[in-house]
């Protein structure tokens, strides 16, 4: 049974950091996608940053130079770095994983397809509210 758990959220002021801890259990995969997504109230969720078992990264647009994502496998723990916080970087932080058969080219969304493979991410934590005020 596969369990993430999100953490490292809070309130910060703009310009401000934080770093959000995704530990996950049960989690074996050699090849796998892990992301950070995120909702705002009356929004959709979003895809912010993904990495896949290689290190590869992407990330959303809107936090490219801001966001980093990493991950420590000897911990079995994802994370997202986040600097230059703005206010409509406000939601909550939810991180998701999903095993692929080799590689596959992650996205930072909520699904894609790849090779005439419909990819969609299967495991998803509780969350983890950030709220940066102005």
């Known amino acids: 049974q596969v369990q993430l758990v999100e953490s490292g959220g809070g309130s910060v002021q703009a310009g401000g950091s934080l770093r959000l801890s995704c530990a996950a259990f049960g989690y074996t995969f050699s090849s796998y996608c892990m992301a950070w997504f995120r909702q705002a109230p009356g929004k959709e969720r979003e895809g912010v940053a993904v990495?896949?078992?290689?290190?590869?990264?992407k990330y959303a647009d809107s936090v490219k130079g801001r966001f980093t994502i990493s991950q420590d496998n000897a911990k079995n723990t994802l994370y997202l770095q986040m600097n230059s916080l703005k206010p409509e970087d406000t939601a909550m932080y939810y991180c998701?994983?999903?095993?692929?058969?080799?590689?596959?080219?992650?996205?930072?969304?909520?699904?894609?397809?790849?090779?005439?493979?419909?990819?969609?991410?299967?495991?998803w934590g509780q969350g983890t509210q950030v709220t940066v005020s102005s």
């Open positions: 990495i896949d078992s290689d290190g590869t990264t």
């Open positions: 998701a994983a999903v095993a692929t058969p080799g590689r596959v080219v992650c996205e930072p969304s909520m699904g894609w397809v790849q090779a005439r493979t419909y990819y969609e991410y299967k495991y």
